[in-house]
């Protein structure tokens, strides 16, 4: 005989035999009260969403509580699936990042070359090179479609506010390595805005100068700078994968968020299969509009000056980021104090690690605000517009 209980802080199901008595001790007797309340939780533990591990192999036990059986509220829609989207938008940009990176030449001279070498002679090098270019815009796409459903919905009110600030922070380390990324093709938009956007060090009073300096390698952006770059931009992935994991486990510590703003678990369904089918559709229409941009608009999201050779001694007519920055580059444009618009530039990123702490709504569903829905709604066409 075996007595079966409930582990209610790991959802499990574990089994303890009785220890063998000694003669002459007389076994316990176990009432009726006792027995249906271990019935009863029995039962309640072959709900859908409570269902425990079926096995105690540690891998497999970690799969079943944060895939499979992982709580979910039922009324998720497929706005909540950007998550999982930029997920995979990830490991595309890592894979085929590491697979350029085999032919790549990080110098000066070479890298230029080294790019069309890539896209003319190496089998399918045309391939990986435009699905890592136009993976950029469309993993941009997805994480601001992510952070707007998160504003929207209210995903930064507490308990969820160091998870709000983990993706700001992932949402940083993913601009930098953008921002690195655009300069390795050494084009001209690659040379001249790596120009501009080093240059804005030089505001930190006593020690900008001497950052630049360091950045660059030497007085110019020379070889010593794409090198760097170079390093930077390979490794800061590997930085963002190992925070996405830091963030997962804080999304699953305190659950998703809803669209009616429950947290009361009444309505809790498996991951596994209701989300897990819907997150595979929604990745279904994402490739075919990826690949719609990768086999018939390959260049139409890059900006043409860079299909000529970085050329220290012709300047653009215009100096321009991706459209990913643009909204940015407006900003420091708009304000013609250089130090005020770097201030303000960069401060309307660093607000978003305040929104949490700042918030004074007790109501997160957005359809109670009435007044919010308008100004977000608004707020949204005017920077789409």
């Known amino acids: 005989l075996s007595l079966t209980f409930m582990n209610s802080s790991h959802n499990r199901i574990t089994s303890s035999p009785l220890i063998n008595l000694p003669s002459g001790i007389v076994r316990p007797s176990f009432s009726l009260s006792s027995l249906l309340l271990q019935l009863q939780i029995s039962l309640k533990s072959l709900l859908p969403v409570n269902l425990p591990r079926l096995n105690k192999a540690y891998f497999f036990a970690l799969i079943d509580s944060h895939i499979i059986h992982y709580p979910t509220p039922i009324t998720l829609t497929y706005a909540w699936s950007f998550g999982s989207l930029a997920g995979i938008c990830l490991v595309i940009q890592m894979v085929s990042g590491i697979f350029l990176s085999m032919h790549y030449a990080p110098n000066v001279d070479l890298a230029f070359s080294s790019v069309e070498y890539i896209m003319r002679d190496i089998k399918n090098g045309w391939l990986i090179r ?203 444009r708009g304000i013609p104090h250089k130090t005020g618009g770097i201030i303000a530039m960069f401060g309307s990123i660093a607000v978003l690690f305040l929104i949490p702490f700042i918030n004074s709504s007790e109501i997160r569903n957005t359809t109670y605000r009435p007044i919010f829905k308008f100004f977000f709604g608004y707020s949204l066409l005017i920077s789409l517009f």
């Not at 919905?153 to 990324?181: C, D, K, N, Q």
């Open 130 to 332: 435009y699905v890592h270019a136009n993976g950029a815009s469309m993993f941009f796409i997805v994480v601001y479609s992510h952070i707007c459903r998160g504003l929207y919905y209210g995903s930064y009110m507490e308990p969820r506010e160091w998870l709000w600030v983990s993706g700001v922070i992932l949402f940083f380390l993913m601009m930098g390595t953008a921002f690195t990324g655009y300069v390795l093709p050494w084009g001209q938009m690659s040379f001249w805005g790596a120009t501009v956007i080093t240059s804005m060090v030089t505001v930190i009073p006593v020690v900008g100068s001497a950052i630049v300096e360091w950045l660059w390698g030497g007085y110019t952006i020379k070889n010593p700078t794409l090198n760097r770059f170079f390093v930077i931009h390979f490794l800061l992935p590997f930085f963002i994968a190992g925070f996405t994991l830091i963030h997962l486990a804080l999304l699953h510590k305190v659950g998703s968020n809803s669209p009616i703003g429950s947290d009361t678990g009444v309505d809790d369904v498996p991951f596994y299969p209701y989300y897990a089918s819907k997150d595979l559709f929604a990745l279904s229409c994402f490739l075919v509009f990826f690949a719609t941009f990768v086999f018939y608009f390959p260049n139409v999201l890059n900006h043409p000056d860079n299909c000529i050779p970085a050329d220290p001694f012709e300047t653009p007519r215009h100096v321009v980021p991706e459209w990913y920055f643009l909204a940015y580059y407006a900003i420091l």
